[in-house]
């Protein structure tokens, strides 16, 4: 399941729960350069330059973040950690990973967190005095 595949009130609460995961991964430099939006450079393919990036972010999100991506992945797909980690195998985490990374609605969450840029928050409006 894609965060983009939530609908109606779940979608509160999925983003509620899953705020100080992305925030950790966020603050983390090298984990958070894999959801990086970057320019494909010229002359190189797509999938080689999503492997670049992935040799060089994986190793820390996966390693530094574990807890993270299973809170992330378990509260999208709709279950607790532990019983997403029962059923989690090579496979799922490729197939899970590969939909979070393409998924415009969590990258877009993330690239907000990572960047602290929430238009038209209340901390914001307080601040200009609205």
Do not use: C, W
Request: aromatic fraction near 4%; proline fraction near 3%; avoid cysteine.
């Amino acid at each position: 399941m894609r965060l983009s595949d939530i609908k109606g009130e779940r979608t509160l609460d999925v983003i509620a729960d899953i705020i100080d995961p992305i925030a950790n991964i966020a603050e983390d430099e090298v984990a958070s350069e894999l959801f990086k939006r970057e320019k494909l450079p010229e002359g190189m393919t797509a999938n080689k330059f999503l492997l670049q990036r992935a040799r060089k972010a994986a190793p820390a999100l996966l390693k530094g973040h574990k807890g993270d991506i299973i809170s992330i992945l378990s509260t999208i797909e709709g279950t607790t950690p532990e019983a997403y980690t029962g059923t989690l195998n090579l496979v799922k985490l490729i197939k899970d990973t590969i939909d979070l990374l393409t998924d415009e609605a969590f990258t877009t969450l993330f690239i907000s967190a990572q960047s602290g840029d929430f238009s038209g928050s209340a901390r914001e409006s307080t601040e200009a005095g609205v």
